[in-house]
């Protein structure tokens, strides 16, 4: 067995340090703050550098909701006090470490202690203790102690430096007086003048002041340590120079940039004041907001197979996210799924053969999801029930678990309305999107730059009935969910694919459909929304598809089939990193006009139907037009940020049998 011998545990360093250095820094004693996101990788990066000597402080124990940044957050510390799991971490690379463990925390009581015979002090604090986070920089300016503040905010690294003798941590952020919420404020601005970060939240909810949770990353947690690290041997080895405060320091991995830049007066500036008083605002604003807002639902944990297969069933895509089921439980291997069409609601759904699709689109999600907690589905449908209301008995039985390979895009897949990149399919992603239809359906593929163009051209015109049919503008008022970048049960007005001039006008017309003819009719109000809705996303992808059944569709149980193919095909792009729409209703009208569905009352839009079908043949053919299960259109690029979410487990099931 290897005995450990520091001078070889550390001789790496040696060239950036000298060998003299080395043993300076073996003895010198950092007390470190908080065990956390930052706390913890500060205290094994600093172990790694050779410092002999650590205070560590904590009161708080390791849960699942730290794994995604936190160094000592594994399956084997949950619920392990922070401190302890750290210590025997930083002892794993060290044995000699001189460790002294708070398991208290830090407080005015223990303070002294806490920094006594300290070289340097790290603050690895959660940003909503700053009571704390003041005391403890009091505390060290009295007593001649240097301190660092590194903040892991979006994918860079904010910090500070104080040293004795310049501005201390109160005139630099201006505590003094202020209730607990300014006391946030003052800090972010103040550790990060310049919010680069704010380019790239792309879910601002995320931030709960009256919880105290915030968004975080493990590599800007990664990179505080780092650059902490940096710093820390400048300070304890006398190197310059060091720009302590005023001077603050930004360095954002994301945005590629780093500044450093001096607030001579902190916060008191006249700028800095400027954005203090706007985010007050903003901040008691958003508080009451969330004072305001229903108690959140406890997020919905699953305790059983069943659970966690119908959790991950329940993404499945669905025409408007109207989610056409819900789900009885008889046993643990009997589910029963409750499904419904919208054809009495909706015009896009008048044969049901939409909510068909969505159907066999949940089973296949079930099916896909089963195999990964060792069940095999058996799934029968019903017979003697309405059309209106299929219904489908699941039942399950044991076989081998293995995680089904397209699982893990279950959660994942969702629509992008906006352009994507034109870079065309290479074969791998062509072969596999054929591969996952089976040999019952094939792919007929529109791509190619004049092909786009024809395509733009048909979804243009097929836009202008959807936009002008008096039975299509209940359908378009009720699905929005405005001012949302989510919705459980609707689509959010973020992710429709309208920029916010023509989300506005949309949302203004939709108020009535005396609006929306007066603008179509006089002010060419269909033109803006084809345009940003079809024909831009049209001509910007890699290609369009339809998905074609070998035999004719004749009865509901062939949707349900098609539906199944159509979730393989979807979750297969998503594995894929294709990004992926939905473009179904030329299909829809196709069926109409070849089953003699009277859609609409105005017979202009059935004449444009007709002849938009015609095209359509000529385009793609009349077997892809007759027997078409799926259209849509996929490409590269990134995820939306806005999407449509769902109902809870709870919320869908109808019924439980214990």
Partial sequence: MTTFHYQTAFSRNIGWVTETEQALLRGKRVAIAGMGGVGGAHL???????????????LDTFELANFNRQAGAMVSTLGQPKVEALARQARDINPELDLQLFPQGVSAANVDEFLNDVDLFVDGLDFFVPEVRSLVFARC??????AITAGPIGMGAPYLIFLPGRMSFEDYFQFAGLPVERQYVNFLLGLTPKAWHRAYLVDPNRLDLANRRGPSTTMACQLCAGIV?????????????VYAAPWYHLFDAYRGGYVRGQLRWGNRGPLQTLKRQLAYRMVEQRLAREAAQPPCEP??????????????????????????????????????????????????????????L??????????????????HCEVQRREGLPETRPTFDVKFS??????????????????QRRAMDRRPLGSRERNALEAAVGADYRVFWLEGKETLRKMAHLLFDNAEIRLTMPEAYPVHKA???WNAQFSRDRIPDQAVGLDPVALRLMRWALQSWGRVRFLNTWLGGTLLPRLQLDVLPALNCAAHFVIVAKMPLQTGDDYVAGGRVMQRFWLTATDLGLQFQPEMTPLIFASYIYNDVVFSAS????????????????????????????????????APVARSIRLTVDELIMRRIP
């Fill in 299 to 356: 997020e919905f944990v699953p305790r059983t197979d069943l659970e966690h297969i119908l959790d991950l069933a329940r993404w499945a895509p669905s025409g408007d996210n109207t989610q056409p089921w819900r789900f009885e439980i008889l046993n643990e291997r009997h589910l029963v799924v409750h499904g419904f069409d919208t054809r009495h609601e909706i015009v896009y759904d008048l044969q049901g053969h939409a909510s068909q």
């Fill in 44 to 58: 094994l990066t600093l172990a790694r550098l050779g410092i002999g000597a650590f205070h560590i402080a904590d």
């Fill in 603 to 638: 017979p202009r839009s059935l004449e444009r139907a007709r002849q938009l079908v015609k095209r359509m043949e000529d385009l793609m053919g009349p077997e892809a037009c007759r027997q078409g299960v799926y259209m849509g259109r996929v490409g590269f690029g990134p």
């Fill in 229 to 241: 690290g940096i710093e820390a041997l400048k300070i304890l080895l006398h190197r310059q120079p």
């Fill in 358 to 375: 969505a159907l066999g689109g949940l089973l296949e999600t079930i099916d896909s999801a089963a195999q990964g907690r060792g069940l």
């Fill in 479 to 481: 699905i929005i969910e």
């Fill in 141 to 146: 300016y009295e007593k001649g102690i240097p």
């Fill in 398 to 415: 044991a076989i081998p678990a293995e995680q089904h390979p397209l699982e893990k895009a279950i959660r994942a897949r969702c629509t």
